[in-house]
């Protein structure tokens, strides 16, 4: 207490406690440190290799352009259930027979040349008695002429094989002369599809 004069005037004096010199002390360091902590950037070349682990990716934040071409490659889904079954397709089997032999195919199939024009095709699986064969004849090789009475190239179902094996005829129409036409059995390549 001080006096003046006779009388009395209170004054307080506030002393600085230790925990007010800290709060200020702490305010200032975050004041002062906080810009140059935000204005700063890490950047690659600042990371030691190695060392930034999953923990430190934010989760869900990587997308495919963050990963190497070779990585997004293998990424790889579970496997799906499996799906219905497909239709039947439209050949059982098929051939394609060239110069008596078979060249083309589906599978397992025989051809056996028993004369000029005459084959017996044999089809693992599949029977005459039961199936029909569609042919048809290889017109870029036949003896088909585009040329007025040119030859031409026929080939027909027969029945000169025993079952199981499908018969094949292919002939051959010439026309001597204006009134007369011959067909006659020639050799010829054939495609065929049993359905």
């Given at each position: 207490?001080?006096?003046?004069?006779?009388?009395?005037?209170?004054?307080?004096?506030?002393?600085?406690?230790?925990?007010?010199?800290?709060?200020?002390?702490?305010a200032l360091l975050?004041?002062?440190?906080?810009?140059?902590?935000?204005?700063?950037?890490?950047?690659?070349?600042?990371?030691?290799?190695?060392?930034?682990?999953?923990?430190?990716?934010?989760?869900?934040?990587?997308?495919?352009?963050?990963?190497?071409?070779?990585?997004?490659?293998?990424?790889?889904?579970?496997?799906?259930?499996?799906?219905?079954?497909?239709?039947?397709?439209?050949?059982?089997?098929?051939?394609?027979?060239?110069?008596?032999?078979?060249?083309?195919?589906?599978?397992?199939?025989?051809?056996?040349?028993?004369?000029?024009?005459?084959?017996?095709?044999?089809?693992?699986?599949?029977?005459?008695?039961?199936?029909?064969?569609?042919?048809?004849?290889?017109?870029?090789?036949?003896?088909?002429?585009?040329?007025?009475?040119?030859?031409?190239?026929?080939?027909?179902?027969?029945?000169?094989?025993?079952?199981?094996a499908f018969g094949?005829?292919?002939?051959?129409?010439?026309?001597?002369?204006?009134?007369?036409?011959?067909?006659?059995?020639?050799?010829?390549?054939?495609?065929?599809?049993?359905?």
């Open positions: 207490m001080t006096q003046t004069r006779g009388t009395a005037t209170p004054t307080t004096r506030i002393r600085p406690t230790t925990l007010t010199l800290a709060l200020a002390a702490g975050l004041s002062a440190g906080g810009g140059a902590v935000a204005g700063t950037m890490v950047t690659g070349a600042q990371i030691k290799d190695n060392t930034v682990a999953s923990a430190d990716v934010r989760n869900k934040s990587l997308r495919t352009k963050d990963l190497a071409p070779a990585t997004v490659t293998q990424l790889k889904g579970r496997t799906g259930a499996p799906g219905a079954p497909g239709r039947p397709g439209v050949a059982r089997a098929y051939a394609y027979v060239h110069d008596t032999e078979v060249t083309k195919q589906s599978g397992g199939i025989t051809v056996a040349h028993e004369g000029t024009g005459f084959y017996c095709v044999t089809v693992p699986g599949v029977s005459s008695a039961d199936r029909v064969a569609m042919l048809s004849l290889n017109f870029s090789t036949s003896a088909s002429q585009p040329v007025t009475n040119g030859s031409q190239a026929m080939v027909e179902t027969s029945d000169s094989c025993v079952a199981p094949v005829v292919t002939l051959r129409r010439t026309f001597p002369d204006a009134d007369t036409t011959e067909l006659a059995p020639y050799d010829q390549d054939f495609n065929i599809v049993i359905p």
